[in-house]
């Protein structure tokens, strides 16, 4: 067997038209690629391997990340059966067989079975009831995984015997060790320029890069893979982009002056151009959320609910359907009313607190929830605003070092 970073689980086994992601599947932790919160040493699935010690969890990431690799992984490692059910097209005829087989493997060789739940977050109410006693008294070790957030899809009693472990998206750097490796296995080159394209094509999903890889040579049968290949096989434009260059700066830059000068239709290009080149939309959904206060503030507080809003509606549907969100969200931005009043506000908030450092809190500010406080005078003659004329109070509130001070205008 072929001794490099991918080693072919069961070569002789797997059927030489499987998928390439499939004969590229790594069978050890030490071979797998990302989510190094989860495997590296003496993190959660490391330990659950070392320690030998199985218990039922949810593996809740993007695809592409490696939750099916993980949960074949820990079959091998720790000599389990292992049994997979689709939680879209199998119900409970499907679950009773997979019980009878751990209950065979138990008694007969003494051999646990864990059984891998793709997209649990699909199984309706009935059949995730029927799994509870099976979980609770560990009969057979589950291991779920989901694309959506599990708190909203998997009952609570269920998700209560399962712990979470939380999957990122790869990185281009954990993209580009999975793209030398399928070179090394299909034998070829491909230029820089088509790699980046292949990297920012895949969107994070190690799977969506090894499949255009073998699409991409099955078509071309080319030893050296150039940019105009991917863009005549993939029917995708090479637009000038580099997420952590010049270009990605200018082109955020663009969109956020262009929101807050109110032109709809230019946000809307440069949101789309960004979306096209492959930015990740959350990051676009997290400075969408940060111009809602920055630049629009209290003008119309709606913003900030909106804004949050998209990213929760992408967070959940993901690409291209959450995309829409988004795009609704860069258009009410821009045509929303703007102010930086508490942007400045907040500034000069700041800079007075680095200038005066930490003045004492006025006496009848303080809280006294002990006698000798009371004594000493904390809270002394606060004034309880409810008992006012409009809840509305003349007393001082800023150290005396400040009083008067006006953030706000």
């Known amino acids: ?10 070569q002789n086994l797997i059927n030489q038209s499987a998928p390439l992601a499939e ?4 069978d050890t932790l030490s071979k797998f690629v990302g989510q190094p919160h989860l495997v590296s040493k003496g993190k959660p699935i490391q330990k659950i391997i070392e320690d030998d010690q199985l218990f039922s969890f949810v593996l ?20 389990s059966h292992f049994e997979v059910m689709s939680a879209t097209n199998q119900g409970l005829p499907r679950f009773k067989e997979v019980i009878k087989i751990a209950e065979e493997k138990r008694n007969f060789e003494n051999k646990r079975t864990i059984l891998f739940v793709d997209e649990i977050h699909r199984l309706n109410k009935a059949k995730q009831d029927a799994f509870l006693p099976y979980a609770e008294n560990g009969a057979i070790i589950f291991i779920g995984a989901t694309t959506e957030n599990p708190s909203f899809y998997v009952n609570s009693a269920l998700l209560s015997r399962m712990r979470v472990f939380v999957l990122n998206m790869l990185t281009e750097t954990e993209l580009k060790t999975i793209l030398e490796e399928a070179k090394r296995y299909l034998n070829i080159s491909i230029e820089e320029q088509a790699e980046r394209m292949l990297i920012q094509f895949s969107d994070g999903d190690a799977r969506i890069l090894l499949n255009n890889i073998e699409f991409i040579f099955g078509i071309t049968n080319k030893q050296l893979l150039k940019t105009s290949d991917i863009e005549t096989c993939l029917q995708k434009k090479a637009l000038r982009y580099d997420k952590s260059g010049e270009e990605h700066y200018n082109l955020i830059s663009a969109l956020h002056k262009s929101m807050r000068d ?5 946000s809307l290009y440069w949101f789309t151009r960004m979306i096209e080149a492959g930015e990740n939309p959350l990051y676009i959904a997290r400075r969408m959320i940060r111009f809602a206060s920055e630049d629009i503030g209290n003008a119309d507080p709606m913003a900030l609910n909106i804004a949050v809003s998209a990213w929760q509606s992408y967070t959940l549907l993901g690409s291209p359907e959450g995309e829409l969100s988004l795009a609704q969200c860069v258009v009410y931005l821009a045509r929303a009313k703007k102010s930086n009043e508490i942007y400045k506000a907040f500034k000069e908030a ?13 006496m009848h500010l303080r809280n006294a929830p002990t006698r000798l406080m009371k004594e000493l005078g904390y809270g002394k003659g606060y004034k309880y605003a409810h008992n006012y004329k409009d ?10 070092e400040i009083a008067g001070t006006k953030f706000l205008d």
């Open 391 to 400: 809840a509305k109070v003349d007393q001082k509130h800023l150290p005396d």
């Open 262 to 266: 109110s032109d709809a239709d230019a």
């Open 23 to 26: 004969k590229l599947r790594p």
């Open 60 to 79: 809740w990431g993007p695809p592409g990340t490696g939750k099916t690799t993980l949960a074949r992984i820990i079959t091998y490692a720790t000599k």
């Open 1 to 10: 067997m072929k001794d490099n970073l991918f080693s072919i689980v069961g």
């Open 350 to 362: 700041q800079n007075i607190i680095k200038e005066t450092g930490s003045l004492p809190v006025p």
